[in-house]
């Protein structure tokens, strides 16, 4: 069993992914500064969840403390290392520019450094589909160039995967980066899509429905992102790829460095992903259509062949499967 440090334990896919890691028998090390971006209880909830396990050690840290995120790696040694802490959502930065630059870029820093001294075996780190901006060719590969981003967040999350890539060719840390398309499920967050819609319905308020409906969304199912992030926390990079030529045409070996999609490879209307929240509740949504919001894209679409070959799985929970789950969670969590 591993020793494994899951910044952002108490948020929706750290929760998860630490749960499992846990059942497994693993020795588990919580982080997180539990903030109020979104409801504080229900990260405590989910904490609470997670501190039930012998296993489990909970340390309410900000990675954007460098002092204190030192003292973590040096009170303890990590085999590996799952940062999944974050500022998210790309309609926030709109708002609070600062809280994306402290978390995304000196937090993550933060992690690298910390990673770079206690030589850990294996450093995943969450990216995002919103890397891949305005992109009209889809579906979206890790071989497609991303230079224009459309939101700050996105930009931060690219610049997470160019510092992950510096220090694993600077120190040969072994880096993952993954790019997830709009992951929910049980214990989703409350800003996101499902959640937002599926209580609106149920208290009979309308939904906003921006570019008037027409967005295609790559759904991902939680179960199908926990199973991909851990089978990638064991796939620890080698540096083998022949990644360029110098000026005499010799090939150059690339760091030990990997990105992957985990996305259902299967887009989704927006209207259909509101029809089926209808079915899961049983009541018609009340539709408040607008237009496209700033740093929104229209369409995302994961091409995860990568992800099948070298790790042996594709996400594919259906759409209609995983939005029943998460009502009937929301039902009972909020007693409904």
Not at 32 to 39: A, I, Q, R, T
Not at 304 to 320: E, N
Request: hydrophobic share 40%; proline share 5%.
């Amino acid at each position: 069993m591993a020793s494994i440090l899951v910044t952002g334990s108490a948020g929706f896919i750290g929760f998860h992914v630490a749960k499992r890691l846990l059942a497994e028998g693993n020795q588990v090390t919580g982080v997180d500064n539990l903030n109020d971006y979104y409801d504080v209880s229900l990260k405590k909830a989910r904490l609470a969840q997670l501190s039930a396990h012998t296993n489990f050690t909970f340390a309410r840290v900000d990675i954007a403390d460098r002092e204190a995120t030192s003292d973590l790696f040096e009170s303890s040694k990590y085999d590996r290392v799952l940062n999944l802490a974050a500022q998210v959502g790309p309609r926030y930065s709109l708002v609070n520019p600062y809280a994306y630059a402290e978390t995304n870029l000196v937090g993550f820093v933060n992690v690298l450094e910390a990673c770079r001294r206690s030589r850990v075996q294996h450093l995943v780190f969450a990216s995002s589909s919103s890397v891949y901006g305005a992109n009209s060719k889809v579906p979206f590969s890790v071989r497609d160039r991303v230079d224009h981003p459309v939101s700050l967040y996105a930009a931060t999350k690219r610049a997470n995967e160019l510092m992950a890539y510096a220090y694993s060719h600077l120190f040969s840390i072994p880096c993952t980066g993954l790019r997830f398309f709009t992951v929910y499920g049980p214990w989703g967050r409350p800003d996101m899509a499902p959640f937002l819609f599926t209580k609106a319905i149920l208290e009979d308020r309308p939904i906003d429905v921006f570019n008037f409906g027409e967005m295609r969304r790559d759904f991902t199912y939680i179960d199908d992102v926990v199973e991909s992030v851990r089978r990638v926390l064991d796939k620890i990079p080698v540096s083998a790829l022949p990644e360029a030529s110098d000026l005499e045409g010799t090939a150059v070996t690339g760091p030990p460095y990997r990105l992957y999609n985990v996305g259902n490879n299967s887009p989704v209307n927006l209207m259909t992903f509101i029809e089926l929240i209808e079915e899961a509740t049983g009541k018609k949504a009340k539709l408040n259509r607008l237009p496209l919001q700033l740093g929104d894209v229209p369409a995302t679409w994961a091409d995860v062949d990568d992800l099948a070959s070298d790790l042996g799985f594709r996400p594919q929970t259906p759409l209609k499967e995983g939005i029943r789950c998460f009502v009937d969670w929301y039902r009972g969590y909020y007693r409904i």
